[in-house]
């Protein structure tokens, strides 16, 4: 009895001691944790100049739970520390990407074919007209309607069909409000198919398409190359479709050996190219 007793007083003197000590660990870990949310406090007084409006909520959950308001402030550094371009750098295989519509002439939900203009508009209101006023006429045509549009000198139109014919199929990015969406587009015959390239991966040639370019040579004769791109509402806007044929005109009618040697890359050497590349060309653009 004697030894129980003793044993008993051990258990009752351990739990005693280890309570107390929880105890007081943990008052310290809520002073330490008040002490630091104090000054995150201090801080974001001086840093936030939206931190009056929300001084009393920020207050009370400080005071109620220091742990509970510090564990929030890190969540929120945290997702402000992230990329808004995810990975600086993924490691892809750009070559899946350079034959994506080899089994377009089996799709019947395509036209490939060459485009008339005749399709579109009554040419012989046009053939007695001078080129600046076609190109006038072409702009009003299309003003109130959810196209893109475009009268282009031959010259650069014939460079962007050089350029095309050894770079059919490249990618662009398009502004979006966490980052950036990448395109693929594809030059065929007299049209120029734009894919999101994530819609691509999954779906392949049978991807629907967000923006479709086709360009008119009717009136070459008279100086001049009618565009007209037309794109879903549903996958992007006017500002984003002209966004993407901003950077079209950029890469493939105008001399920049910058651009060039992106075009070149993605080309022929896949595995070197860099889609953060095509990002930083978009961000310097002056237009």
Known sequence: MAITGVVRQIVHNYRHLVTHHFTVTRGFRMSSARERSEKVLENMKESNPFFEKYANKIASVQQRSPEDFLDRLNSVEKEQKKSKFGPSEVQRDYSELLRPKEALEKNATRNDTHRKLS???????????????????????????????????????????????????????VPRSQGYEFVMLQFSANTIHFTPL??????????????????????????????????????????????????????????????????????KHPDQFKHMDVIEELNNLKI
């Open 119 to 173: 399709d579109i508009m009554r040419l012989e209101l046009l053939d007695d007209k001078s080129g600046d006023d076609i190109k006038h006429l072409w702009l009003e045509y299309h003003k109130n309607k959810d196209v893109v549009t475009a009268s282009i000198p031959v010259e650069q139109h014939q460079l962007m069909m050089t350029r095309a014919k050894e770079h059919p199929v490249f990618i662009l990015p």
């Open 198 to 267: 994530i819609t691509y991966q999954v779906h392949k040639e049978d991807a629907p398409e967000c923006l479709n370019i086709t360009f008119y040579t009717e009136y070459v004769d008279k100086g001049i190359v009618l565009m007209r791109g037309e794109y879903d509402t549903k996958v992007i806007n006017a500002q984003e479709a002209q966004c993407l044929v901003n950077q079209l005109q950029l890469y493939y009618s105008q001399q920049n050996e910058t651009k060039l040697q992106l075009l070149e890359t993605f080309t």
